[in-house]
Each structure stands twice: as C-alpha cells, then as structure tokens.
C-alpha cells in the first residue's frame, strides 16, 4: 500500500456541538459573595463566620477551590430562620 492509498482510505469527521448558551452579564445581586462580604452583611467578623462553617452553623456556603462564596439569598434566608419569635407581653 502506498502512502497515497493511505491518504485516500481516511475519512474526515466533522464534529458538531450544541449551540454555545450565552449567559447574560452577570447581575450585581447573582454575583457570589466572599467570606468578608458574608461577613459584612451579617455584622460579624470574618473569623466568626469561618468557626459557623466549621461548625456547620452558618449559612450555606460553596467551595470554589480553595474559596468560600456564599449566595446573598442564601444568607439571607439563614438570617430568617435565625428570627427571634418569643412573644412580647
């Protein structure tokens, strides 16, 4: 068989992929947030927050590599079930 031989018994295959989906830029309020932003709209420092996740007392939290990000909601929705619902008299 001759290198040309060779050259004709390839076939080309084209590889399609689904449409690329564009997301949109991301918005100020979708963006994640770091341990000193939690830590800030909490009102506690950055330490306290890393013993909650240690602890597993804190917010919901997600590990991005070697980084923590919290989502606002998230925060948000632990700050709610924190509420103090004693009754006044």
């Given at each position: ?27 100020r ?8 932003e939690g830590s ?13 996740r240690?602890?597993?007392?804190g917010?919901?939290?997600y ?21 103090d ?5």
């Amino acid at each position: 068989m001759t290198v040309a031989s060779k050259k004709e018994q390839t076939a080309t295959v084209k590889v399609t992929r689904p449409a690329e989906r564009r997301l949109g830029p991301i918005q100020r309020t979708d963006r994640l947030m770091t341990m000193a932003e939690g830590s800030d709209l909490l009102g506690i420092p950055v330490s306290t927050l890393y013993g909650w996740r240690h602890r597993g007392e804190g917010p919901a939290g997600y590990r991005i590599g070697r980084h923590v990000r919290y989502r606002r909601e998230a925060v948000e929705a632990w700050i709610e079930t924190r509420a103090d619902h004693r009754l006044l008299w």
